[in-house]
Every structure is written in C-alpha cells, then in structure tokens.
C-alpha cells in the first residue's frame, strides 16, 4: 500500500527548531523521484495551506510567512523529504503534512506545538 508517513513533530518553545520528516513506501520509489513534494498545514479552525514544496530536481518553493526560517530538502534515494524549521513562532502550530503531487497522496501528519 502507497503511503507517506511523517515523523519529528513535537512541543517546542518558540524561538526553537524541529526537523520533520517524511518517508515514501517502497513500493512508490519511482513516483517519488519523479514528483514534486509539499509540505502542507493546517491550523484549527484554518483552510491546509501550502508551507513549501521542492520538486523533483530539488528546487524549493516557500510560503513568504515561513521564508527565511524554514527549509525543504529531499533524499530521493531514500525516499524522504525534509522540512527543516528554525526560529518557530506561536502561529506555526498546526499539523504537518506531508503531500505527493504525482499522484493524490497525503501523508497522516504530525503535529507541532509552539509555546510562547
């Protein structure tokens, strides 16, 4: 079964960093080095919106609220994308999610918590 399943949320004080990560199945590894992945959230009571994206060839794509502070990166041999996520801030809480554009897949997400 075709899955994305991330990894490396948690309780953070703002200011502070988490990496999240996001691995494919194996069974998916030649659409995985071929699509543009995301990294979307969503906050309570908001629409999921867009955080970043990187395309198969590595060229990333940011949302402006977390430019400068957050970077996406992939490992197409491994099968994982990245979102590394400095300086976080209170409106950073949601859950993450992790996003396959070649074909309609979402991974279950992971939530992070920013403490003021």
């Known amino acids: 079964q075709a899955q994305l399943v991330e990894s490396g949320g948690g309780l953070v004080q703002a200011g502070g960093s988490l990496r999240l990560s996001c691995a494919a199945s194996a069974n998916i590894f030649r659409i995985f080095s071929i699509s543009t992945m995301g990294w979307y959230r969503q906050a309570p009571g908001k629409q999921r919106e867009l955080v970043a994206d990187i395309t198969s060839g590595g060229s990333p794509n940011y949302a402006d609220s977390v430019k400068g502070r957050f970077t996406i990166s992939r490992d197409n041999a491994e099968k994982l994308v990245y979102l590394q996520m400095n300086s976080l801030k209170p409106e950073d809480t949601a859950v993450y999610y992790c996003?396959?554009?070649?074909?309609?897949?979402w991974g279950q997400g992971t939530q992070v918590t920013v403490s003021s």
């Open positions: 996003r396959m554009y070649v074909v309609p897949l």
